[in-house]
């Protein structure tokens, strides 16, 4: 798992300018598919350049003949091992990814957001197959609001490496398709993850759309939650009992699970570290924690997606969230466990958090627009997991970092993580210097890297 939400952060929520022999990532917008050539100095021995994010800010309406007009790609800075492609709504030029691959050989990470992936023709659809292809480092694959032709994943997956350590499909929700969980081909979804061993965290969910006041007459912004998909239970647990054994990180909220496949999954990936499923109610939330509790596990970190059947709908409004005597004995079994949060659906639930001997709760908000996460995970000596929201995309992400120091709450009320890459000196980060009003910060310095995390407002 990799540091590409780092070097995009230290850059896009950076306060003060950043000299270009120092920055980190490049962040392009592009109203052409030609992209601007590099200053000299970014292909220097010494720059720090490693990620590049090209956002398309190509108008909706001259998006189809930009798409015929012929572009340029010059070369580009060696180091960059991280790209991010946001906001291609309708994809990309035939060969433009190709020639695009061509200059960036031996990325590490790549971040689909919001777009057409495949395109609309054969040609955009073998464009983006054969880039995938000639990827052969990629360790770590962010797929986000990105939708594709049936039958797409399932050659991406022949196309893709079987190196891929970290890989993530999330979707925002959308109440106004009822035709949306079709969409998503999840069938195909876990056949990209089916036979891929060695994988360190996967996440498979789908988001609750931002919910914003102002927007009264959007369908969209107004309504809460989400649906999974159901029925594929057993064929999740079966893909993961073939290369799930090192998972640290596991979020397979996308799809519902009963309360005993949630074990038989325990039972074969015992490195869990991270958890997140979205679990069918038949009787309400104390069967979960009575199933759940039934073994020990190393557990840190649970979300739990509550998804209740007719006959307890009603019920469920008066029960009113988990009871702090099954969250207690949950604790006593699963030792390390630090944090519980839940809700029916993603609509407004409930965080519990170990304080002492004892967990205590509060509440919690699944819109992106007003979450406040402050999940720091220590996965084993040498590494941390913090779920993080990130700002410019709002979509909620994973990041590992390679060694944990340790955690204080500041005057302020924010938490603040601390970890280093190597051994050089070590210092807190005051959060008082950065921009208020984002939901985390990020910087580096003397071997650090630090992410502060608000805590609730």
């Not at 939650?225 to 990180?249: A, F, I, Y």
């Not at 030792?335 to 519990?352: A, F, H, P, Q």
């Not at 984002?438 to 650090?448: P, Q």
Request: with cysteine.
């Amino acid at each position: 798992m990799a540091s590409h939400l780092h070097n995009q952060t230290n850059t896009l929520e950076s306060t003060t300018p950043v000299p270009p022999s120092q920055a980190r990532t490049a962040q392009i917008p592009l109203q052409s598919f030609t992209l601007p050539t590099f200053p000299p100095e970014a292909f220097s021995t010494a720059t720090n350049l490693s990620a590049l994010i090209l956002t398309s800010d190509v108008k909706l309406d001259e998006y189809s003949s930009e798409l015929e007009k012929p572009y340029e790609i010059p070369d580009l800075p060696a180091g960059i091992k991280t790209l991010t492609l946001e906001l291609f709504s309708l994809g990309f030029p035939s060969g433009w990814l190709v020639a695009l691959g061509e200059k960036l050989r031996g990325l590490k990470a790549l971040t689909l957001y919001s777009q057409l992936f495949a395109g609309t023709t054969t040609a955009s659809r073998e464009d983006a197959l054969m880039f995938i292809e000639k990827q052969k480092e990629l360790r770590e694959l962010h797929l986000l609001d990105v939708f594709l032709p049936k039958g797409f994943l399932t050659e991406f997956k022949g196309k893709s490496g079987g190196d891929v350590r970290f890989l993530e499909v999330s979707y925002t929700f959308r109440h106004s398709d009822p035709e949306f969980l079709g969409a998503l081909n999840a069938r195909e979804i876990l056949g990209v993850v089916e036979g891929r061993k060695g994988m360190l965290g996967l996440s498979v969910r789908v988001e609750s759309p931002d919910v914003r006041v102002e927007d009264e007459d959007d369908r969209e912004g107004t309504e809460e939650g989400v649906l999974v998909v159901g029925g594929l239970g057993e064929r999740v647990v079966d893909v993961l009992k073939e290369g799930g054994g090192e998972l640290r990180l596991c979020d397979l909220t996308m799809f519902e699970l009963r309360i005993g496949e949630v074990g038989s999954l325990l039972e074969v990936c015992k490195e869990i570290r991270v958890l997140s499923v979205s679990v069918g109610l038949e009787k309400g939330w104390k069967e979960v924690f009575d199933g759940l509790g039934a073994k020990e596990r190393e557990i840190e970190v649970l979300e739990l997606v509550g998804v209740p059947g007719k006959e307890v709908v009603e019920a469920m409004k008066e029960e009113g969230g988990f009871r702090k005597e099954d969250v207690e004995e949950l604790g006593r079994s699963w030792k390390g466990l630090k944090s519980i949060k839940g809700s029916i659906l993603r609509t407004k639930g409930e965080e519990w958090l170990k304080e002492g001997e004892e967990h205590h709760g509060q509440a919690a908000y699944y819109s992106s627009a007003t979450v406040r996460v402050n999940n720091i995970v220590r996965i084993s000596p040498r590494m941390i997991c913090v779920r993080l929201l990130q700002t410019h995309s709002k979509k909620q992400h994973y990041q590992a970092c390679t060694s944990y120091i340790g955690i204080r709450k500041l005057d302020n009320g924010t938490k603040a993580a601390l970890y280093k890459a190597n051994e050089s000196s070590t210092e807190w980060y005051n959060p008082k210097t950065q921009a208020s009003g984002v939901d985390w910060l990020a910087t580096s310095g003397g071997g650090a890297t630090l992410i502060c995390l608000k805590g609730p407002q």
